[in-house]
C-alpha cells in the first residue's frame, strides 16, 4: 500500500510535549502573559513558537524577538536532555518499518533541527534516520503547510500519495493530508495533550491508534 514511511518527531517518536510546553509556559508567563499549561497547549501544540508572534505581542505588547527564542530554546533543551523519554514500543517500530520500506523512512517535524536531532540522539533513535530528517524551520512555511512533508518525499524518491506519515496533533495531520499522503494518527491512552479523535479525524486521519507496538501489525496484516 505504500512505499514510504514520514514520522513526525514530538509525540510520535519522543514524549517531548509535556517537557516542552511546560518550559514555554514558564517563559510567557515570565514575559507578562498570564498563561496555563492547557492553554499553551491550546495556541502552541503542533506549532512553531515563532509563527505566534502575533499571539505574543498581542498578549505581551512585546515583540518576539531572536534574543527571546534563542533563550526559551536554551532553556526547552536543557529540560528535553534532562528529562525526555521516548514514545513506549517506538524502537521497535521503526526498525520494522526500517526493514520494510528497505530504509525508505524519515522523521519530518515543525520543530528546529538543534532540537529534533538533540531529541533522537537522547533516546538512541538518530541512527535509524541520519541523512533523513527534515525541519519545517528550513522549509517556506512550517506545518501545518504541506512542505515539510513534501521535502521528506522528494528526498526519498517517492511520491506523497505513496508516503504513510505518522502524525499526534491536528496541524500535523493537516500538513500531511495537504501534502497528499495517508495520515495515521497515534493517539494514546493516557493522552496528556487532550486531543480528540474527533479532530485528528476531522484534520484527515484515515486511522488511529493507541500503541506503537500495533504500528507494525497494520502494515502486514
Not at 4 to 26: H, N, Q, R, W, Y
Not at 90 to 118: N, P, T, W, Y
Request: aromatic share 8%; with cysteine.
Amino acid at each position: 500500500m505504500f512505499k514510504a514511511v514520514l514520522f513526525d518527531c514530538d509525540g510520535v517518536l519522543v514524549d517531548s510535549e509535556p517537557i516542552t510546553l511546560g518550559v514555554l509556559t514558564k517563559c510567557l508567563n515570565a514575559s507578562g502573559w498570564a498563561i496555563s499549561l492547557d492553554e499553551c497547549m491550546t495556541h502552541f501544540l503542533g506549532r512553531a513558537v515563532k509563527d505566534q508572534s502575533h499571539l505574543f505581542k498581542q498578549m505581551t505588547g512585546k515583540e518576539l524577538t531572536h534574543d527571546w527564542l534563542t533563550a526559551f530554546r536554551f532553556d526547552r533543551d536543557q529540560a528535553l536532555s534532562r528529562e525526555l523519554t521516548a514514545i513506549n514500543g517506538i524502537h521497535e517500530a521503526v526498525r520494522f518499518m526500517h526493514g520494510h520500506f528497505q530504509s525508505k523512512i524519515a522523521c519530518a517535524s515543525g520543530a528546529d533541527r538543534v532540537k529534533i536531532e538533540l531529541q533522537l540522539s537522547k533516546v538512541n533513535l538518530i541512527e535509524w534516520f541520519e541523512g533523513k530528517i527534515f525541519s519545517g524551520h528550513e522549509m517556506p512555511k512550517t506545518k501545518p503547510a504541506p512542505d515539510v512533508y513534501l521535502a521528506a518525499a522528494a528526498h526519498l524518491q517517492v511520491e506523497p500519495k505513496d508516503c504513510l506519515v505518522i502524525e499526534d496533533t491536528p496541524t500535523g495531520v493537516t500538513a500531511g493530508v495537504a501534502a497528499g499522503a495517508t495520515v495515521w494518527a497515534y493517539l494514546p491512552q493516557v493522552n496528556s495533550q487532550k486531543i480528540s479523535e474527533i479532530e485528528l479525524l476531522n484534520a484527515g486521519a484515515k486511522k488511529i491508534f493507541k500503541n506503537m507496538h500495533e504500528l507494525p501489525g497494520f502494515l502486514i496484516s
